[in-house]
């Protein structure tokens, strides 16, 4: 099988875990105070957090591809697959920055939302036609 493709979400899933890491130091060094990004419980800060874990999250999913990916034939659905959990992890979180600063691009979640699914999808049907 051509890994080519695919050998990109390994990266990604091991890249995003780093910079969920660094992502985390930075954040943490200033949880302590209260009315950090406008509080606890303010948008700002609340985008900042789900910035932070997309990280983590979107580096798994990476991974969990990267290792289905493993046992599937090479083909266009799971390369298009690949290419779209990586384009979904890469721009969740840099969405999460400009809508904590410019809410009314809130639509632009679409774009890393719909990437997913479309990897998901994609994934989806190469697993159940093993």
Do not use: D
């Amino acid at each position: 099988m051509n890994t080519e493709p695919i050998q990109i979400n390994l990266v990604l899933a091991w890249l995003w875990t780093l910079f969920g890491f660094g992502s985390g130091l930075l954040l943490g060094l200033n949880f302590h105070r209260e009315n950090w990004l406008g509080g606890y419980a303010s948008h700002k800060r609340r985008l900042y957090r789900l910035g932070h874990i997309s990280f983590f999250g979107l580096g798994f999913v990476n991974l969990l591809f990267y290792l289905t990916a493993q046992k599937i034939s090479a083909s266009t659905p799971i390369t298009v697959a690949s290419w779209a959990f990586a384009v979904g992890a890469v721009t969740m979180p840099i969405c999460c920055l400009v809508m904590a600063h410019a809410p009314k691009y809130r639509a632009l979640f679409a774009v890393p939302v719909s990437s997913l699914i479309i990897g998901a999808l994609f994934t989806l049907w190469e697993v159940t036609n093993l």
